[in-house]
């Protein structure tokens, strides 16, 4: 891990990230670094030796002893719109010297409370909204190109399950250089334009938190089946087009009820006509809660399939992966 600089400001959750940029603040979303680090059950460990609980999310766990490892001392926390165990991890944090800036969603949704939210985060960060509006502009060329890696995925059958995940979940801070960002998915793009489109036969939908396992995306494919839509990953991407900055945020799903995620679903599903959903549940997470309200809106074969640390996919998931394929495959799917 690279020690963070004066400039980097760590992330909790996806946040207009425009406004950071136009502050000139460099975004640094610690749940990317936490989950792609060789270390990341050490880094659960690392946490719970701190004092945090073992029945507390991992992800809260893995951006603590993140944010502590690389000595970050600015962090966005988002605890409404995202997760309440963020205030409480915003306080261990504080209490450690780190400067914790608040940004919350409105719930229920609403436009003027959003926009008040989004001058207030500008204003704490020393910009105004017109100069985080010029970096949405700026960035909509490469917010299309990851739409387009998301176009590749479902309609020309190019794009893995597990690359789309990447590229959209890369998006809440691209890497800290959307320049870099924009000019390497261009040139993902050009490469699985060459290639033939894939075969399998069962196409999924992924939905919820992106999973803290491994290896999901690879085993569901060697079972004939591919991710063609991963919910909250697209969502992360906020793919055009948006009036502005407001607008922009007000359509992301992510941060408010589950009325909007099941419409942004519904619409995936007839699409890219999804044959099944493998819908992904993080222990001790609120949103497990909603797995209900999912299934009785859907309408569409659903595995709920839950985990707490990282590590590879176990045995009992990928029994409960071959079982509900084999089900697709049997109804004709
Ligand atoms: S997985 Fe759930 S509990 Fe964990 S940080 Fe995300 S929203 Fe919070």
Not at 1 to 28: F, H, K, N, S, Y
Not at 46 to 64: L, Q, T, V
Not at 88 to 103: C, N, P, Q, T
Not at 255 to 283: C, F, K, M, N, T
Request: aromatic fraction near 8%; include cysteine; charged fraction near 25%.
């Amino acid at each position: 891990m690279r020690p963070a600089d004066a400039q980097t400001i760590g992330l909790t959750a996806t946040v207009p990230v425009e406004i950071l940029l136009a502050a000139g603040a460099r975004p640094l979303d610690l749940n990317n670094v936490f989950i792609t680090s060789a270390e990341a059950k050490a880094l659960v460990a690392e946490a719970e030796h701190y004092g945090f609980p073992i029945n507390c999310c991992a992800w809260i766990k893995g951006i603590y002893a993140t944010a502590r490892r690389l000595g970050v001392r600015r962090v966005i926390g988002v605890a409404q719109g995202d997760c309440s165990n963020t205030h409480a991890l915003a306080e261990v944090l504080a209490s450690e010297g780190v400067e914790i800036i608040a940004f919350n969603y409105p719930y229920p949704t609403d436009a003027a409370l959003l926009a008040a939210a989004l001058d207030a985060l500008a204003r704490r960060l020393g910009t105004t909204l017109d100069a985080a509006e010029a970096e949405r502009r700026r960035l909509e060329p490469l917010r299309r190109t990851l739409a387009e890696i998301d176009r590749l995925t479902w309609r020309e059958n190019t794009v893995a399950g597990e690359e789309n995940h990447r590229w959209l979940v890369g998006s809440s801070d691209f890497g800290g250089s959307p320049e870099t960002y924009a000019a390497e998915a261009e040139a993902f793009i050009e490469e699985a334009r060459r290639r033939p489109p894939r075969r399998e036969p069962l196409r999924l939908g992924y939905l919820g938190i992106p999973p803290i396992c491994d290896g999901l995306y690879a085993f569901t494919e060697s079972l004939g089946a591919r991710v063609v839509f991963n919910e909250f990953q697209r969502q992360f991407s906020m793919p055009p087009p948006a009036r502005d900055l407001v607008d922009q945020y007000m359509r992301y799903t992510y941060p408010y009820g589950v009325a909007g995620r099941v419409a942004d679903i519904r619409h995936a599903v007839a699409e890219r006509r999804l044959d099944g959903l493998v819908h992904y549940v993080q222990s001790f997470c609120f949103r497990h809660i909603q797995d209900r309200l999912l299934r009785e809106r859907l309408g569409v074969p659903m595995l709920t399939l839950e985990f707490d640390r990282p590590g590879p996919l176990d045995g009992p998931s990928r029994t409960r992966l071959e079982a509900f394929i084999e089900m697709l495959d049997a109804r004709g799917a």
